[in-house]
């Protein structure tokens, strides 16, 4: 008799078990881009290149950050031209620059991946990571984007294409700057400078 209550203990706690699992994998569906990176980073979204890709935003830890949302027929367009130079200017150092098309602001970024992508090389000849158009404010919100505006400790909605997100090299952000931001302006290098000399002074330290 004791034997089959223990039986049947443990097949309800493994009916119970599955439920729960289930349960879990259902509450996670449809936020893969979501791993286990410590909370309050952008390590953990997954986004995906222009070019179709899956790719972790965990592959640039370690790194400084600007992530930019763009548009090809804004007043702000032309700031792909000064994207274009402050990376040039700090790659070496660890900054990368991740430009997310989106659309939600006058229309301004009507064309598909490939026509963005080549406007983008022509144009302006940008060598920055661009990634596939998503949403960035409103229902659809892209996850990463709820994030930086929710829970980034930077929050607010997007008002406008070209906001600024900065993040340091453990994924944290750290500043925000708004659409008439220049990025080479001073107030905008002066933080990234800030971030990446402070890996150096850490370095430093250890040797």
């Known amino acids: ?8 203990a443990l097949f309800f706690a493994s009916l119970a078990f599955a439920a729960l699992e289930k349960a879990r994998r ?14 309050g980073t952008i390590y953990g979204f997954e986004v995906k290149t222009i070019g179709g890709q899956p790719k972790s935003l965990s592959q640039y830890k370690g790194q400084v950050l600007l992530l930019v949302n763009t548009a090809s027929l ?6 792909y ?19 997310f098309p989106a659309n939600e602001f006058g ?8 026509e963005i992508q080549a406007f983008c090389r022509t144009r302006y000849a940008v060598s920055f990571d ?11 919100i892209h996850p990463l984007y709820e994030f930086l505006t929710a ?15 900065l993040a340091g090299r453990d994924g944290r952000v750290v500043a925000r700057f708004g659409p008439q931001a220049s990025p080479i302006g001073r ?13 150096l002074s850490a370095s430093e330290s250890a040797l």
């Open 187 to 199: 107030a905008v290098t002066s933080q990234i400078e800030s971030l990446l000399e402070a890996r």
């Open 130 to 140: 661009l990634f596939s158009k998503i949403t960035v404010k409103g229902p659809g």
């Open 26 to 39: 259902l509450g996670r569906r449809g936020v893969k881009n979501m791993t286990e990176d410590p909370p």
């Open 1 to 8: 008799m004791a034997r089959l209550k223990e039986r049947a």
């Open 74 to 79: 804004c007043g702000f367009t032309p700031q």
């Open 107 to 114: 229309a301004q970024e009507p064309g598909s991946d490939p």
């Open 151 to 165: 829970r980034s400790g930077h929050n607010g909605d997007i008002p406008w294409n070209f906001t600024k997100f």
């Open 81 to 99: 031209e000064e994207l274009e130079a402050l990376y040039r200017r700090y790659q070496a150092r660890g900054l990368r620059v991740l430009g």
